[in-house]
């Protein structure tokens, strides 16, 4: 982007304190977001959210230090957007969807009544087009508060039903994953990646990460706690209109495999992933609309 498109973006968008629009070394804009109580950054480059913290409090948000926004493949961090579809897809060679490499436009900021900072994205129409999908209205609102709060809109302006994918790919920072469990999950059917998309029943309401997992939760709508004993703290995953979450962890045979993540990476994050995923793909009519609704935050133990 050049000096006079981040110009006029900073004309129509900056809110003096609040929102801040600044060009990184590699020449991408990102929002820097302040609220009373936290900050966030959100590169335009995939409505990225790549930082979120509360005042006082570690970051929320896990970053590989060796991770780099140009490279085109899915930056190991952050938030990244998977859609409209997860994983891989049979005749196109992105996996998790075009809309993670893609540039969003930058629609609406604004400061709610509880002094919450909301940044609205949209994807452009020609995205869509471009990757043979039908032009359907997609938005991304970001809310930087107490907690951060996300909110993917899917508007069905065409003719035709709209059927896809979506997930928060969500990389939560830990002191130490030896220190971490997960809870929530008890009681879940789970398909494990590293077993060819085995079923399997989950039977630990306090679930420790031992070694590599990938897992799908299905039919999971409840609410999620990552129990972080060595920050001494609980990061909460709250969703709405989500069936699915995905637990991700490469351990470390595997993060030595990544290009743009650390080997000793693994130890410091964990992602788990709120969406709709598999079976539990949308299937949007015309005139219809749907949206994913998360909140996450973290409490002090």
């Known amino acids: 982007m050049n000096e006079e498109l981040l110009s006029e973006l900073k004309n129509q968008f900056e809110i003096p304190d609040r929102v801040a629009l600044v ?18 950054e959100i590169y335009l480059k995939g409505a990225h959210v790549t930082s979120f913290q509360q005042k006082g409090e570690e970051p929320l948000l896990f970053m590989s230090p060796s991770a780099k926004m140009p490279r085109g493949n ?3 961090g952050g938030i990244p957007l998977c859609f409209p579809w997860f994983g891989n897809r049979e005749g196109e ?7 993670r490499n893609s540039i969003w436009d930058l629609v609406k900021t604004k400061v709610n009544a509880e002094g919450e900072v909301e940044v609205t994205f949209q994807l452009p129409v020609d995205v869509l087009k471009e990757n043979r999908w039908a032009p359907v209205e997609v938005l991304y609102r970001v809310t930087v508060g107490k907690k951060l ?23 939560f920072f830990v002191g130490d994953i030896n220190q971490a469990t997960l809870h929530g999950l008890k009681g879940l059917t789970y398909l494990d990646k590293n077993e060819d998309f085995k079923a399997k029943q989950e039977q630990l309401d ?17 609410p999620i706690e990552i129990h972080d004993r060595s920050l001494r703290r609980t990061i909460r995953i709250e969703k709405e209109r989500s069936r699915s979450t995905v637990v991700w962890n490469p351990w ?10 650390g080997s000793e990476d ?15 793909d949308i299937k949007l009519d015309p005139g219809k609309s749907s949206s994913l609704c998360v909140e996450l935050f973290s409490i002090k133990n």
Request: net charge negative.
């Open 206 to 222: 306090e679930l420790p990460i031992v070694g590599e997992t990938n897992s799908v939760y299905l039919n999971s709508t409840a």
């Open 74 to 76: 899915m930056l190991h």
């Open 252 to 261: 470390s045979e595997k993060a030595k495999e990544i290009v743009d993540f």
């Open 93 to 99: 060679k992105l996996s998790h969807g075009f809309a």
């Open 149 to 171: 709060q996300l909110e993917l809109i899917v508007n069905n302006t065409t003719s035709i039903p709209f059927v896809y994918e979506e997930c928060f790919h969500s990389y």
């Open 23 to 40: 060009m990184d070394q590699d020449g991408l804009v990102k929002a820097v977001v302040r609220s009373d109580h936290s900050s966030s």
């Open 266 to 280: 693994y130890r410091h994050m964990l992602c788990v992933e709120s969406g709709n995923v598999k079976e539990f």
